[in-house]
């Protein structure tokens, strides 16, 4: 079945210097990418998506970049700030209309 | 102006006694989500519709159910709760199609005691 993985499972960074996160699917048909954020409690916040037929999205300090061909995406933080810190997720959707949520990661941005 | 709302936000239930939870939509979107989130992992897709088309996950346990009898409401039903269940469900909606965004509800906790 579908699987998303995700990596890594904790990261922690200074304030003002970058995160990255990466993940991989299994699903070749999958085509929509979002990434989620999530405090203590709180549901998933949509934070930024790419579509299959885009390879790189950027949204201020937010950017993603999809490799269709290696089935990879990743998430790329700038400048990050104390309220960065939350635990993020990514997804996948393809044809069958399931969202899949790889494993988490959780980010500790150190003031 | 709350999209996806589900009732309750907290809910108590004793061990072995049927629950069900309940999600709303706004927003005529025809395919409704539930997962199941346990601290510090991911959420659990357990099951979704598109429209009454119901797709069971293959590892979702049979002691959870589902209903959805109208495109604005849908409904969890856990038969027979036990310790292991307690979790936070969350119910989320999309429409169909390649560019949209799905819309989460606030979650609904459950603790069995």
């Known amino acids: 079945g579908e699987n998303v993985e995700q990596h890594p499972s904790t990261l922690s960074v200074q304030e003002g210097d970058s995160a990255v996160i990466k993940c991989t699917y299994s699903?070749?048909?999958?085509?929509?990418f979002p990434w989620y954020k999530q405090e203590l409690g709180k549901r998933p916040q949509l934070i930024i998506d790419?579509?299959?037929?885009?390879g790189e999205k950027k949204d201020q300090r937010i950017a993603v970049t999809l490799n269709k061909t290696a089935k990879h995406f990743s998430l790329h933080i700038t400048e990050t700030q104390p309220e960065d810190s939350a635990v993020y997720f990514c997804?996948?959707?393809?044809?069958?209309?399931?969202?899949?949520f790889g494993t988490g990661t959780r980010l500790q941005v150190f003031p | 102006d709350a999209m996806v709302i589900q009732n309750p936000r907290y809910q108590v239930t004793q061990f072995g006694k049927p629950v069900t939870l309940s999600c709303s939509q706004t927003?005529?979107?025809?395919?409704m989500y539930w997962y199941q989130q346990k601290s510090s992992q991911a959420p659990k897709l357990l099951f979704h519709?598109?429209?009454?088309?119901?797709?069971n996950e293959a590892d979702t346990p049979d002691n959870f159910q589902s209903r959805r009898p109208n495109t604005s409401f849908c409904f969890l039903d856990i038969r027979s709760p036990g310790l292991g269940d307690a979790a936070m469900y969350l119910c989320?909606?999309?429409?169909?199609?390649?560019?949209?965004?799905?819309?989460f509800g606030q979650g609904t906790r459950l603790t069995v005691v």
């Open positions: 989320a909606t999309s429409k169909r199609g390649m560019n949209t965004e799905a819309f």
């Open positions: 699903d070749s048909a999958s085509n929509y």
């Open positions: 790419i579509r299959s037929n885009v």
């Open positions: 997804a996948a959707r393809g044809n069958t209309d399931k969202l899949i």
């Open positions: 927003l005529n979107h025809n395919v």
């Open positions: 519709y598109y429209d009454k088309d119901f797709n």
